[in-house]
Nanobody, 115 residues
Framework: VQLVESGGGLVQAGGSLRLSCAASGSTLSINAMGWYRQAPGKQRELVAAITSGGGSTNYADSVKGRFTISRDNAKNTMYLEMNSLKPADTAVYYC?????????WGQGTQVTVSS
């Protein structure tokens, strides 16, 4: 499966962005999906995850109430709606898809939040 993220960019604090992750290839085998991020000098961390049917989601405490994860399986696309962005949200955001307990990654998209 191939994953391509888009939607990153530069935004002022308090602003919003919507990230997309388009999947291609063996998309019928995709189970859970998630968004991760990695800031300079820090480890990659889970931001949000969603089950195969979209019925269950979970979020990092730092983004609860501000970010919303969703997926459209008909379009093979996952989204991350990010509101009330903070400078601490600055990172490269990666899409992850789980297939038979193997994780696949996109190339990442940069999100920069200026103060």
């Amino acid at each position: 499966v191939q994953l391509v993220e888009s939607g990153g960019g530069l935004v002022q604090a308090g602003g919003s962005l919507r990230l997309s992750c388009a999947a291609s290839g063996s998309t019928l085998s995709i189970n859970a999906m998630g968004w991760y991020r990695q800031a300079p000098g820090k480890q990659r961390e889970l931001v949000a995850a969603i089950t195969s049917g979209g019925g269950s989601t979970n979020y990092a405490d730092s983004v609860k109430g501000r970010f919303t994860i969703s997926r459209d399986n008909a379009k093979n696309t996952m989204y991350l709606e990010m509101n009330s962005l903070k400078p601490a949200d600055t990172a490269v955001y990666y899409c992850n898809a789980e297939i038979w307990d193997v994780g696949y990654w996109g190339q990442g998209t940069q999100v920069t939040v200026s103060s």
